[in-house]
């Protein structure tokens, strides 16, 4: 495993040419405010040079992530509503519980295996919750 970090949007170039220069078997992509704003430019690298890529949500599936697995964004918003509204009802948001979420979902776009050469088994196909053309 290579990490390459990237904290602020000048650190892109720099994961970029790590991308190009380090043999990946597949890139990995943490979700946040940099990465997110960034997620076109590292998708388009790794494409670029035939790297698999796999992302936390379904949405960057559409983006042009290979693969996702993570919570239904859904259940996230409900599970923040719910605490919002117990916070602005009067609740100290440092009383509330940590909450884990509990339907993740595994998305896998075809398209771009296709396009990167890569099969995707059929047994992970069949146990995808979606696949996406």
């Known amino acids: 495993?290579?990490?390459?970090?990237?904290?602020?949007?000048?650190?892109?170039?720099?994961?970029?040419?790590?991308?190009?220069?380090?043999?990946?078997?597949?890139?990995l992509v943490f979700t946040d405010e940099v990465t997110d704003t960034m997620l076109d430019a590292v998708l388009a690298q790794a494409h670029k040079d035939h790297v698999p890529t796999m992302c936390e949500f379904a949405y960057q599936v559409r983006r042009g992530c290979l693969a996702s697995y993570g919570p239904q964004l859904?259940?996230?918003?409900?599970?923040?509503?719910?605490?919002?509204?117990?916070?602005?009802?009067?609740?100290?948001?440092?009383?509330?519980?940590?909450?884990?979420?509990?339907?993740?979902?595994?998305?896998?776009n075809q398209k771009v295996a296709r396009a990167a050469g890569i099969a995707v088994p059929q047994n992970l196909l069949v146990r995808a919750d979606r696949v996406s053309e």
């Open 1 to 27: 495993m290579t990490p390459i970090e990237v904290r602020r949007h000048k650190d892109l170039e720099a994961a970029r040419i790590g991308l190009s220069t380090k043999k990946l078997g597949a890139v």
């Open 74 to 108: 859904s259940e996230f918003v409900e599970r923040n509503v719910e605490q919002i509204v117990k916070i602005l009802k009067g609740a100290k948001a440092a009383d509330l519980p940590v909450e884990q979420m509990t339907r993740y979902e595994l998305i896998i």
